[in-house]
């Protein structure tokens, strides 16, 4: 089973900071990798997908990269709706399942 | 509008039966599979289940399987989870999300629904 761990668990940091979001793979995953976003009482919201595009509606500040076992969330300026728990997610062909990373919080510093 | 919207969540005791319900409006329901994800208070995502377009291939994480069955009604347009021998790790909020049509991303999620399982 293929393991996600993000790093760091939290990350304070102020409006228009950059934000630099890991999230590494126990073994390849090559670019299947998601990247979501969660704010307290909502569902997740998809923000990343196939490691590096963009899902409808989300803004050019997030962009995700890497391939492999080492990826990368970065919002190049946070905003103050962007303040949220964020998850990567990958998916295994054999068994056909999907994990989740630990998640990494963006606070308010 | 693509919409989920889930229901049926609740308190039950350990070892008891529930069956969740999320209905979808504003896609061709039939032409997606489907997800369930449950998120434990306090804690992050864990996937649970999912199932093809027409029903005929589910798969399961390994906590949950041969106590959960997943399900769908293409007609009615409606995702079933029915849990079985529920336990108090089984205590979560269940979404279910919609996978994409390539590599099976999930997008949109529904707001979820609350399981507690409790004496």
């Known amino acids: 089973e293929i393991v996600l761990t993000q790093s760091p668990a939290t990350l304070s940091l102020s409006p228009g900071e950059r934000a630099t979001l890991s999230c590494r793979a126990s073994?390849?995953?090559?670019?299947?990798l998601a990247w979501y976003q969660q704010k307290p009482g909502q569902a997740p919201r998809l923000l990343i997908y196939?490691?590096?595009n963009r899902a409808t509606g989300i803004p050019a500040r997030f962009s995700g990269s890497g391939s492999g076992t080492d990826f990368t969330l970065t919002i190049s300026s946070l905003e103050p709706e962007d303040f949220a728990v964020y998850y990567c997610?990958?998916?295994?062909?054999?068994?056909?399942?999907?994990?989740f990373g630990q998640g990494t919080k963006v606070e308010i510093k | 509008e693509v919409q989920l919207v889930e229901s049926g969540g609740g308190l039950v005791q350990p070892g008891g039966s529930l069956r969740l319900s999320c209905a979808a409006s504003?896609?061709?329901?039939?032409?997606?599979?489907m997800h369930w994800v449950r998120q434990a208070p306090g804690k992050g995502l864990v996937w649970v289940s999912r199932?093809?377009?027409?029903?005929?291939?589910?798969s399961y994480a390994d906590s949950v399987k041969g106590r959960f069955t997943i399900s769908r009604d293409n007609a009615k347009n409606t995702l079933y989870l029915q849990m079985n021998s529920l336990r108090a790790e089984d205590t979560a909020v269940y979404y279910c999300?919609?996978?994409?049509?390539?590599?099976?991303?999930?997008?949109?999620w529904g707001q979820g629904t609350l399981v507690t399982v409790s004496s």
């Open positions: 504003g896609f061709t329901f039939s032409s997606y599979w």
């Open positions: 997610q990958q998916r295994s062909n054999w068994p056909l399942t999907w994990t």
């Open positions: 199932i093809n377009s027409d029903g005929s291939s589910t």
């Open positions: 196939d490691a590096s």
């Open positions: 999300a919609r996978a994409t049509l390539r590599h099976n991303w999930f997008d949109p």
């Open positions: 073994q390849s995953v090559s670019s299947y």
